[in-house]
């Protein structure tokens, strides 16, 4: 077997690891049914598709030429991981919306050319959007700002 775009071959590995850990997990709770979905459903149709397109992706690595893999950055690993734990320990007292802004103003600075003003348009859009697909859609009862 020879591996000719390892870039892929090991983001497939990866998806295809994540999302059957997904389902594994998911697998213990209820699935219900097409009309009534249980909390199971999505993770499981998720990590599901997630397999399968890791599945393909490193299936196609063997079949065409691709990128090798590139050297880990840990500076962009490391503010990776930092904005996404703050906005775990960020969420709960401050709120959703600052919490989202919190996360992407961080992670930002994982990359080296920051330009400030898109970054805080684009956290305010995602904040937003998080809003309307987490609490307006799914109902998730999660407070939007801090209760002081």
Do not use: C, Q
Not at 19 to 29: E, T
Not at 78 to 88: C, D, E, K, M, T
Not at 115 to 138: D, G
């Amino acid at each position: 077997m020879n591996i000719r775009a390892p870039k892929d071959f090991w983001s497939g590995l990866f998806f295809t690891a994540v999302g059957m850990f997904f389902v594994a997990v998911a697998s213990g709770y209820r699935l219900g049914d097409m009309h009534r979905l249980g909390p199971g459903m999505f993770p499981v149709l998720v990590g599901s598709l997630m397999a399968l397109l890791g599945f393909f992706l490193a299936g196609r690595s063997l079949v065409m030429d691709g990128e090798p893999v590139a050297r880990l950055h840990r500076r962009s690993v490391g503010i990776g991981l930092l904005s996404v734990v703050a906005f775990g320990i960020a969420l709960r007292p401050l709120g959703l919306v600052p919490s989202i802004v919190i996360l992407v103003l961080v992670s930002s600075f994982a990359g080296k050319d920051v330009r400030i003003i898109e970054t805080i348009v684009l956290a305010l859009v995602l904040a937003l959007l998080s809003v309307v697909v987490f609490v307006w859609v799914v109902g998730m009862e999660v407070p939007l700002w801090p209760e002081w």
